[in-house]
């Protein structure tokens, strides 16, 4: 428990993919173990009111993230496409993430969201997502059909649910074994001070 | 005008004083110029659609923020209150710092946000405002007749239309020479890597 960090993560979240691409060196180079957590986000913008991302509802700030997304995908060396449409729905791939084993959510995660943001592949897709398990070495029908089931849909809408419960309310957010949030990419590096200081 | 810096702040906005209160020290270790750029960010806000901020508007990204501003001013060393009632009204402290001279803006802009967030001081008060001024050296009288003269809340106006035309949409920003946007406290040093990359 000490010296874990949970990760909140949404798949259609664009920030989200810098952070999942970095976080498992970033964690480990400080002997940080990464807890992956998918959710989804919308459910909770819904219930603040909005529709859609707000990127879309606020063009200036759309705009901004487009262009500091080329700029940190260049800066960590990933590639970057903008998806089409955006925001992408990531429920089906929300529901395999949580379907895996705890140590194999961020390997398959990592793949998606290279999929989606280097590659312009459509998540929602069930083949994609297929051949993303595949490739990963799982059983792929068997992972899809558990993800598919009524306990695992209902344990991510739990998990949604308790997101919005510690306070979330966006993506990616950094929680610390003592609780403390730290929302966005930037900001890892302080939550992973925050355990240097918690948990010496 | 290279190796220089534009910091755009709102002095109602939270982040904007742990921004402004380190802005010049750490520019200033790389060898960069900070340019202050007061600016109305209400005026924008009302454009998006919002009435108040969007830390009022959305309960649990307020109560993340307020935790957030405790961690980040007792990592800088700032004293941190509370300001009632959030946000303040930072329209003649704006005109004020609009009024000065480039080089005596930085030091009055963290004195407001000193009196604001470590005092707790109703930054709406004209007694304040001319305290502030006096104890900076300033002729405190003749810097408020210059401040609400027609020509400088003209000016004010004009440098948050700007503002906006630069596709800002929050405090602070900061501005590289060649047009970058760099949102928020904790992107200053990414915008000091960028310059150091443009002009070396």
Same mark, same amino acid.
């Given at each position: ?7 909140? /993560? ?30 989804? &986000? ?16 606020? $063009? ?39 379907? &895996? ?27 994609? &997502? ?10 792929? $029908? ?56 918690? /948990?010496?």
């Amino acid at each position: 428990m000490p010296r874990t960090i949970e990760l909140w /993560y949404e798949f259609a979240s664009t920030y989200s993919y810098p952070a999942a691409m970095r976080a498992h060196s970033s964690a480990a180079a400080r002997g940080v173990h990464i807890v992956w957590r998918p959710f989804l &986000l919308g459910v909770i913008f819904r219930d603040m009111g909005w529709t859609t991302s707000p990127f879309n509802e606020h $063009p200036a700030k759309g705009a901004y993230m487009w262009r500091d997304m080329e700029r940190i995908c260049a800066k960590q060396g990933l590639g970057f496409v903008r998806p089409d449409p955006f925001p992408q729905n990531g429920l089906n791939a929300a529901r395999v993430a949580m379907a &895996l084993p705890d140590d194999a959510r961020g390997a398959f995660s990592r793949a998606v969201y290279l999929g989606q943001f280097a590659q312009g592949r459509d998540i929602s897709d069930q083949q994609f &997502l297929m051949d993303t398990l595949a490739q990963g070495g799982h059983d792929a $029908p068997a992972v899809w059909g558990a993800a598919m089931d009524d306990v695992n849909k209902t344990a991510l809408r739990d998990q949604t649910a308790q997101a919005q419960k510690l306070g979330i309310f966006g993506a990616p957010t950094w929680r610390t074994p003592d609780g403390e949030l730290f929302w966005g990419n930037d900001r890892l590096e302080d939550a992973l001070d925050w355990i240097d200081a918690a /948990y010496p």
